[in-house]
């Protein structure tokens, strides 16, 4: 059975940092793509970065770019999504996602991603 759990959320202030986690389960790291999205309230989901299958690389999106890193623990079946310089505009519900063919992951688009996580909360605030 397929599962992607989120976890690492909560409030922080701004120009903080915080590393969410995605652990999954019922498959392999090696064989899917793993994309992180974000959703704020009143606003559409939005792709915030992938990693590749087997860490064949990474890539951020569109204003977490220069602040947010993807990456991976293969053993621990986990990937990881380390932002910093956090700002009030982070605030959002961030899922994972994964993917097993196609390029939604690398486009940051939800049509191609097969199986999701139930999300975990960020809250940038002081």
């Known amino acids: 059975q397929v599962q992607l759990v989120e976890s690492g959320g909560g409030l922080v202030q701004p120009g903080g940092s915080l590393r969410l986690s995605c652990a999954v389960s019922?498959?392999?790291?090696?064989?899917?793509?793993i994309a992180w999205f974000r959703q704020a309230p009143g606003k559409a989901r939005e792709g915030v970065g992938c990693?590749?299958?087997?860490?064949?690389?990474?890539d951020v999106f569109g204003t977490a770019k220069g602040r947010f890193t993807l990456s991976r623990d293969a053993a621990k079946n986990t990937v990881y999504l380390q932002m910093n310089s956090l700002e009030p505009e982070d605030t959002a519900v961030y899922f994972c996602a994964m993917e097993t063919y196609g390029s939604s992951c690398w486009r940051g688009v939800e049509s191609g991603m097969e199986y999701w996580g139930k999300g975990t909360q960020v809250t940038v605030s002081s």
């Open positions: 990693i590749g299958r087997g860490g064949s690389g990474t």
């Open positions: 019922g498959f392999s790291l090696d064989d899917y793509n």
